[in-house]
């Protein structure tokens, strides 16, 4: 494997989802030179696959402190409550600047509901007591990286570098160089050119989206395996909350298909969490778990269905919205619509079979509401951050949310503290990717094992459901899977795969050992060893931090 030549920025994005896209976009308006890595094409990540939509405060009768109410009942009073009403009130002027980049929300013409043009549609989904979810039918997700794509794209001031893998944050802690530890940008596979490149910057923003790779069944796309939480971590940055993982509670069921996620807003719009029962009919069940019912917050829907689909023996629940029209299932959720007909069911005559699975994570590198994560030229955004807004449970269509309004707090953030984010003169002798004495393996098989091993426990163990005792399990297995890896890390050149798994590892580790520091049950982390939720541990994050005695 060849060394190629450093390349120099403004400011380093890693990460091409809505927070690195408009992260960048907003450095790039204010004049600064920036670079955008993606790990495959520039439009692969979760944000392409989010089907609500974006939780904001639009209609006069919604408010911002509703909207922070209940943002802070589905996060179990772990939410900081500060942090939470800046990104509520800072949603509208995100969406506003979205609208001017020529993004399409759904209106309530479209869906035959008015003949007012403008007014847009806005769904419901679990935890939110009012409609605020702006949408682009159900593909919201797709339509937003679409647009921030085009804008970008258009912009002279971003460089986009697609199939380049960030292997690790070049700090100054890691290098030698004394004082506070400072991050001057990344080592970063050039997939296709075979070389490592460094990447020298006066910011690195890590924008690498979630972790949902680490367990067996996920709705995230193959390249979500927690890589910027990893780097976080290996470079000095604090984790905290990393027991709170979220898993949706309603993937599609169908083994012959790939992970399709049945959106929340199918519930939002009325559809009901049913099971089949001994006599064979098909009865709700969630009335018995929440008052609000199949619109209860995530953590609770999904710990309901695994309750009654091991209660009773079951492969899946269903998801029942018979009642309403074909056309318009058809016009609300037309991608929906599409999948389900290609499992053979028709959602407007057909029960839906849904199973829950990794979503999203609720803890990362934990940084401020300016993305700062107290490393300096330091940034992270998007999923692989924690910020405080999501709390022990991501209230439904806030991520988006928070991608677009803290990506914005993290460019005027930088723009302040820029004179002393300055590269330094030593940070000019930062070293180019070494491969000392690595050789081409023979011995792949060891990672496609390893891979597999650990998201296979990671489902089994570290769960929607767990105890004491298999999250011990879990540490001990991974304990030795992690020094495994480490040693073929330094054995052999780096491969794309070789990055994934050292990456999940090292999230997988994090996950248990957070998991396993927490006494209690709260939000998205339930064992059943201390089912109750512990008042003096409100507000009380878990943070796990690496020691720079040894290089791991």
């Given at each position: 494997?060849?060394?190629s ?19 960048a ?21 979760n ?21 922070v ?126 070389t490592?490149k ?39 940055a ?6 709170f ?42 009335q ?31 998801l ?25 069911i028709n ?10 699975a ?12 300016n ?11 998007g ?21 677009l ?16 984010l ?24 060891v ?10 426990f ?5 769960g ?20 495994e ?19 999940i ?12 520091s ?35």
């Amino acid at each position: 494997m060849n060394n190629s030549e450093c390349l120099e920025f403004d400011h380093l994005v890693i990460g091409s989802g809505v927070a690195g896209l408009s992260a960048a976009l907003h450095l790039a308006n204010a004049g600064y030179q920036v670079a955008v890595l993606s790990k495959r094409t520039v439009d692969e990540g979760n944000t392409k696959y989010a089907q609500g939509g974006i939780a904001c405060v639009t209609d006069i009768q919604d408010t911002f402190d509703e909207h922070v109410q209940d943002t802070l009942i589905a996060g179990a009073r772990l939410c900081k409550e500060a942090v939470v009403r800046q990104i509520v009130e800072a949603g509208p002027a995100a969406i506003r600047e979205l609208i001017e980049d020529g993004i399409h929300f759904t209106t309530r013409g479209e869906l035959g509901m008015t003949e007012e043009p403008g007014e847009y549609h806005l769904g419901r989904e679990g935890g939110h007591h009012k409609r605020r979810i702006l949408h682009a039918g159900d593909i919201t997700g797709a339509e937003l990286e679409e647009t921030l794509i085009r804008t970008c794209r258009q912009h002279a001031n971003i460089t986009f570098f697609e199939y380049h893998i960030a292997i690790d944050l070049i700090v100054s802690q890691r290098i030698g160089i004394p004082g506070d530890n400072h991050c001057f940008g990344a080592y970063v596979l050039d997939v296709r050119g075979n070389t490592v490149k460094t990447f020298r910057s006066n910011t690195t923003t890590l924008a690498c989206g979630g972790a949902g790779k680490v367990y067996l069944y996920t709705c995230n796309p193959d390249v979500s395996c927690g890589s910027g939480i990893a780097m976080g971590y290996r470079a000095g940055a604090k984790i905290v909350n990393m027991e709170f993982i979220q898993f949706h509670p309603t993937i599609l069921y169908n083994p012959q298909m790939r992970s399709f996620l049945i959106s929340e807003a199918v519930r939002g719009e009325g559809a009901v969490l049913k099971v089949r029962d001994t006599d064979g009919r098909y009865v709700e069940f969630m009335q018995k778990y929440h008052p609000m019912k199949s619109l209860a917050p995530r953590d609770v829907v999904a710990r309901a269905i695994d309750n009654e689909m091991k209660r009773r023996g079951e492969e899946c629940v269903y998801l029942d919205i018979r009642h309403v029209p074909e056309e318009k299932l058809k016009l609300r959720f037309p991608n929906i619509f599409e999948k389900c007909l290609e499992s053979g069911i028709n959602m407007s005559k057909d029960l839906i079979p849904v199973v829950p699975a990794a979503h999203f994570v609720c803890g990362g590198v934990e940084t401020d509401v300016n993305g700062y994560t107290g490393i300096h030229g330091l940034y992270a955004v998007g999923e692989c951050a924690c910020t405080g807004l999501h709390g022990a449970n991501r209230l439904a269509s806030n991520s988006l949310l928070e991608g677009l309004v803290v990506s914005k707090f993290v460019a005027a953030h930088i723009q302040r503290a820029l004179p002393s984010l300055k590269r330094e003169p030593q940070a000019l002798q930062v070293p180019v990717w070494s491969c000392g004495n690595a050789t081409d393996s023979d011995e792949q098989v060891v990672i496609a094992h390893n891979w597999e091993e650990i998201r296979r426990f990671m489902w089994d163990y570290v769960g929607i459901f767990r105890t004491t005792k298999r999250l011990e399990r879990a540490k001990a297995r991974i304990k030795m899977i992690r020094k495994e890896i480490e040693k073929y890390y330094w054995d052999f050149y780096v491969t794309p795969d070789l990055l994934e798994l050292r990456n999940i590892a090292t999230v997988a580790e994090l996950i248990i050992d957070s998991a396993l520091s927490r006494k209690e049950s709260r939000g998205l982390h339930y064992n059943a060893d201390y089912p109750f939720l512990d008042p003096d541990l409100d507000g009380v994050d878990t943070v796990l931090q690496r020691s720079f005695r040894y290089y791991d």
